[in-house]
């Protein structure tokens, strides 16, 4: 078998000075999808994220944490990995670029644009800040500096020179031979524009800065941190070993708009002047905005993933991203939309499709996939739209115009749903010729549901998995070519799997509220939480469980006289959208029926719970929890190393609302 063709793509490496938002998951979003759609088509591919960790803003960070840098940035680097594999897109090389085979490449890669004669050393003049100890970029004499608002001085220091002005024709002459080098084509003509107005050599290296990599044999310097971030994409596939890996050159950046400069002028130039391989394309995508401004952690408008993901489902927050949004253009980003999108295409749409057909299947024919009989033009019609759409998805996806892709297999969702309604199986009768032809209008739905969901994978990777299963499909849907995805594939005769809980309705205001409340949890973290009884995402549930005991301080009973705590009963009980540890529960407990949320739902089934006397803390403050009120706290114990919640309870019988001494 022929070896397969490799595909390498990237994220930035981001910056270690905040944790991520919605703006940094779509690019991490766009290049899961990519990677999943290439390996569909056979490729072998690699794909890397990481963490950007040099710099003043990191020692400024760090100093303000009262930590060294090195401490601050391995914490940062962690949060933004274990999100990246919370949220289901973690990458195949996560890069710091304090990771010494990082450290290795960028001295490398120095060496060889010094051997080459493209390194000299000269002087940098610049405005610089002395209170931050940093040269404020693209500063005149007389400006202030942008983060303390002091008064700038100019400064000179020593540093290390790239011949960037050497580069200017040979990017030139580079970009006209692979055109498809920079996308979209509207960026390329501001690159090369810039470009045709001259290169000035760049300082790659600084004095003033004490946190970044050395440069060997002349320290003080270190680098430049875009001389020393963009090496990243070389080190996490060999750095000077590149060759034995076989991914090198990249295949695709993707970058956001305002790091193009960066990519497509400095980046290929240092490779040139390394004698190293150019990396094949960089796509920049637009932003997303919140209320028209870029989102910013100081300027409090920042839209957090995981929330989202929580309430919906990572897969809703994934289609919104590509599907909202051309991708390339700039975007707004607002909840309303969010769930319209979700309510319409996800829960009305593709989740209705599956769950209808399954169900009628399942009614209609003992839960197998009928046979099709004699097919009416109607049901060629459909066949043929369908595989037509096959051609027109693949073709967007190569051309990255997701929204595309996307509207074209809602539009075959849409039409299936118009055959159904206009077909009405449900309305056949048992008749031999009306079976016939049921088993035809249920096998053709089936067969364009599978392939919408083979189509859908790479944007909707967890729900098509649970569509696959329920049409009793075998192997992963991750599994299946695209290349050879085409009309009547589907066995008749297999047994439908198990129905699938795919996109629940949600509520579109309670929906908001829930996600904005669990983002200010996030955002604006309070006092640490009860003990939780299981290791939950963010360690909050609404059931005390008793800890092991500690060498604690002894209190007094006047400090245990402060917690009221009483005999509840449970009224009702039921999971929460989006809470996979959480109940929702209704206690009465004698004065009042009281909502408390418990993270107990992995142990106790609702429906056990309800007429169950449990003891409650009464006079907590409400808070919430997953964005739903919680007044009030469970007892229970917590057992095992698991920390199971074992409810506390009462062997005899005890009247409701008394209270506990
Ligand atoms: N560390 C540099 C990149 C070095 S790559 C060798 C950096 N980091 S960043 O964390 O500030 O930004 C990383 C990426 O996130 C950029 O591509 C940027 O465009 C993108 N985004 C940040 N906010 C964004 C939005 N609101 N919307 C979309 N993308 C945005 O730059």
């Known amino acids: 078998m022929p070896a397969k063709q490799k595909f390498y793509l990237t994220t930035p490496i981001y910056y270690t000075n905040g944790l991520p938002h919605i703006g940094h998951t779509y690019t991490t979003v766009v290049a899961d999808v990519i990677r999943r759609y290439k390996r569909m088509r056979g490729y072998e591919v690699v794909m890397t994220t990481g963490t950007d960790e040099h710099g003043v803003n990191v020692e400024r960070a760090a100093k303000k944490a009262g930590v060294p840098e090195s401490e601050f940035v391995a914490k940062m680097a962690e949060a933004w990995r274990a999100l990246w594999l919370e949220l289901g897109i973690p990458a195949d090389e996560f890069v710091r670029t304090t990771d010494l085979q990082h450290v290795r490449t960028v001295q490398w890669l120095f060496k060889l644009c010094r051997e080459n004669g493209y390194v000299y050393k000269g002087h940098y003049t610049g405005q610089y800040c002395i209170y931050d100890n940093a040269f404020v970029n693209d500063a005149k004499p007389g400006d202030n500096c942008p983060d303390c608002g002091r008064p ?21 002459d580079f970009y006209k031979k692979y055109p498809e080098f920079i996308q979209p084509e509207s960026r390329k003509n501001e690159i090369v524009s810039f470009v045709e ?5 760049l300082s790659i290296t600084r004095t003033t800065i004490r946190w970044g990599i050395p440069v060997p044999g002349e320290e003080p310097h270190v680098f430049y941190v875009w001389f020393d971030a963009l090496t990243a994409y070389l080190s996490a596939v060999g750095g000077p070993d590149y060759e034995k890996r076989g991914m090198w050159p990249a295949d695709l950046h993707l970058v956001g708009k305002d790091i193009i400069r960066f990519h497509t002028v400095y980046w290929p130039a240092f490779l040139m002047a390394a004698m190293l391989p150019i990396p094949k ?62 309510n319409s295409d996800l829960a009305n749409g593709l989740g209705n499709l599956a769950s209808r057909t399954a169900a009628m299947i399942e009614k209609n024919f003992a839960g197998k996939i009928p046979k099709a009989g004699k097919l009416e033009p109607r049901d060629e019609t459909l066949a043929r739209q369908t595989q037509s759409a096959i051609g027109d998805v693949l073709d967007y996806f190569e051309k ?10 809602w539009s075959v969702i849409a039409t299936a749903d118009k055959y159904l309604t206009t077909e009405k199986p449900w309305s056949l009768s048992d008749s031999e010729a009306d079976t016939q032809r049921k088993a035809t209008v249920l096998a053709t739905t089936a067969e364009l549901l599978r392939i919408v969901t083979v189509l859908a994978h790479p944007v909707l990777p967890d729900s098509t998995t649970k569509i696959w299963t329920l049409l009793g499909q075998s192997g992963s849907v991750s599994a299946v070519e695209l290349d050879g995805l085409q009309w009547g594939q ?81 009224k009702t009980a039921e999971r929460i959208v989006g809470a996979d540890k959480l109940l929702k529960l209704t206690v009465d407990i004698g004065t009042e029926i009281r909502q408390i949320c418990a993270g107990i739902a992995q142990f ?45 309870g009462f062997p005899e019988d005890v009247e409701i609302g008394a209270r506990l001494k």
């Open 281 to 342: 394309q960089v796509w920049a995508h637009g932003w997303f905005l919140m209320d028209a401004s870029k989102m910013s952690k100081s300027k409090g408008n920042v839209v957090l993933p995981r929330p989202i993901a929580d309430m919906l489902g990572m897969d809703a927050l994934r289609y919104f991203l590509l599907r909202e949004v051309v991708f390339g253009q700039d975007g707004n980003f607002s909840y309303d939309a969010l769930l319209t999108r979700y």
């Open 400 to 409: 990255m115009n997701f929204a595309r892709a996307l509207e074209s297999l």
């Open 604 to 648: 106790y089934e609702p429906d056990s719970l309800i007429g169950r006397k449990v003891a409650v803390v009464t006079n907590l403050a409400p808070r919430k929890l997953r964005g739903v009120e919680s007044n009030g706290m469970i007892i229970a114990a917590s057992v095992g190393p698991e920390g199971r919640p074992v409810l506390a």
């Open 490 to 570: 589907l066995a008749s005769g297999v047994p439908l799997g198990k129905p699938q809980t795919l996109f629940p309705r949600v509520e579109k205001s309670e929906a908001i509220e829930r996600i904005e409340s669990m983002a200010n949890e996030e955002l604006n973290p309070t006092a640490p939480p009860a003990p939780a009884p299981t290791a939950g995402r963010s360690a909050t549930a609404g059931a005390a469980t008793a800890a092991a005991p500690a060498a604690s301080e002894k209190i007094g009973i006047e400090d245990f006289a402060k917690v009221e705590m009483r005999v509840g009963q449970i």
């Open 152 to 172: 700038t001085e100019t400064l000179t220091e020593e540093n290390y020179f790239f011949k960037l002005s050497a580069f200017q024709k040979p990017l030139l």
């Open 197 to 201: 107005s001259g290169l000035k050599d």
